[in-house]
């Protein structure tokens, strides 16, 4: 996988592969136990957590620029104490990495269906919406392992420990692809930037999300392989579905939150302390599945 000279991460840059090729769901030994590189202890993380919430994507963009700007300070003054956890939900939204392609979009800009932005993350056009559950770690890798390859894994394995663990489903990596794949289809999304080893951007996980909108991209630029969802793939096959027939999308939300956090937990080896979260979100008609404003940021 080639490290572009920024530090950011872009599958687009990879080379497709034989469907043949796909791994199947594996704890490897290397996530079994993780030995923090440079505390004896685990580090603690504050977690904002606003899963219940739709959060405007500029806001929690911005928001994550100023903890790592803050995180880098406190580097140089030898203060750096606690890794962040945020999770939460997108109102619609068109994101793009920052060597993304319009060519992967389908419609004009100027009349995008939702907010458009260009972001300094690694890989191509995705979609953020209600029922997509949303993580953004902003860690300091130096405490845990400073080596790129690694954490995108990581994260890939939190995903797929959830969707084994709570969902009975049988995930895999597909060689040269970032992200978790359930059938062929891609439940889970991954796009990071990482300053001066500190990450932020992270992982989106499709529970209950309306699949309508990703009709209008080619997710991730891949253009042969399918979107999928917790809901969608549980309906689809009766067997996996035997211990959630009766559950609703409020409770496959809740019990998709609650183990992202739990696995996030034991992947990279830190205790979660709950923060007061700050207020990012305005309740009311705007949070519906039809927001139709429309935005485009150009970020260099």
Not at 33 to 47: S, V, Y
Not at 59 to 85: G, Y
Not at 111 to 124: D, H, K, Q, S
Not at 136 to 149: A, C, E, G, S
């Amino acid at each position: 996988m080639p490290v572009l000279a920024s530090s950011v991460f872009s599958s687009a840059t990879w080379p497709l592969c034989n469907p043949s090729k796909i791994k199947q769901h594996s704890s490897t030994p290397i996530f079994r136990r993780l030995t923090l590189t440079r505390c004896q202890a685990k580090r603690c993380c504050d977690c904002y957590d606003m899963y219940k919430e739709l959060v405007p994507y500029a806001n929690a963009w911005s928001w994550q620029k100023a903890i790592v700007d803050k995180r880098k300070a406190q580097i140089i003054r030898n203060e750096d104490l606690a890794d962040t956890l945020i999770v939460l939900q997108h109102q619609p939204v068109y994101t793009l990495g920052t060597g993304s392609s319009e060519e992967n979009l389908h419609f004009d800009i100027k009349n995008a269906p939702f907010e458009l932005y260009r972001t300094e993350r690694g890989g191509e056009v995705t979609y953020h919406g209600p029922g997509q559950l949303v993580m953004y770690p902003i860690i300091n890798l130096r405490y845990h392992k400073m080596d790129l390859h690694w954490y995108l894994r990581s994260l890939e394995e939190v995903i797929i420990r959830v969707l084994s663990s709570s969902f009975s489903m049988e995930a895999s990596r597909i060689d040269g692809l970032t992200g978790v794949w359930v059938e062929g289809r891609k439940l889970a999304a991954i796009g990071i930037r990482v300053s001066q080893w500190v990450t932020y951007h992270g992982l989106a996980l499709n529970v209950t999300t309306d699949l309508a909108p990703f009709q209008q991209i080619v997710p991730c630029g891949i253009r042969d392989r399918q979107v999928g969802s917790i809901r969608g793939i549980l309906k689809e096959f009766s067997v996996s579905t035997e211990n959630h027939q009766d559950t609703d999308d409020v409770q496959l939300i809740d019990i998709a939150h609650k183990s992202l956090v739990k696995e996030f937990s034991e992947v990279f080896q830190v205790d979660i302390h709950c923060k007061p979260t700050p207020i990012l979100t305005s309740r009311g008609e705007n949070h519906s599945r039809g927001l139709t404003k429309k935005k485009l940021i150009l970020e260099g």
